[in-house]
Nanobody, 123 residues
Framework: QVQLVESGGGLVQPGGSLRLSCAAS????????MGWYRQAPGKERELVGT???????NYADSVKGRFTVYWDNAKNMVYLQMNSLKPADTADYYC?????????????????WGQGTQVTVTS
């Protein structure tokens, strides 16, 4: 199992910056991708940005150039640096980890989620 705990949410003015952190614990050696999703009130959860073990980052078009996902594998931490925040970025932000267990020929793929941290962008 993998446990994820987020921190760093809060209230920020438009144009401001905020950094979210997520600490992973448990069977972290099985994680092959980490990142962030968000869910605004009345909307479905959507991708913000992810980083894979052997690949580059992948971002939603709405955050490209403003948000950066950084996975510090040595510390089992993943961060989301958010700059030039907009009211449309207001949402609950969830840390995500994808892990693979078992034999390479037939791995068990599991997605893990943190409890969420709220980000509110308002003047």
């Amino acid at each position: 199992q993998v446990q994820l705990v987020e921190s760093g949410g809060g209230l920020v003015q438009p144009g401001g910056s905020l950094r979210l952190s997520c600490a992973a614990s448990g069977r972290v050696y099985s994680i092959n991708a980490m990142g962030w999703y968000r869910q605004a009130p009345g909307k479905e959860r959507e991708l913000v940005g992810t980083v894979t073990m052997h690949g580059g980052p992948n971002y939603a078009d709405s955050v490209k150039g403003r948000f950066t996902v950084y996975w510090d594998n040595a510390k089992n931490m993943v961060y989301l640096q958010m700059n030039s925040l907009k009211p449309a970025d207001t949402a609950d932000y969830y840390c995500h980890a994808h892990a693979s267990f078992g034999p390479i020929e037939a791995p068990q793929e599991i997605d893990y989620w943190g409890q969420g941290t709220q980000v509110t962008v308002t003047s």
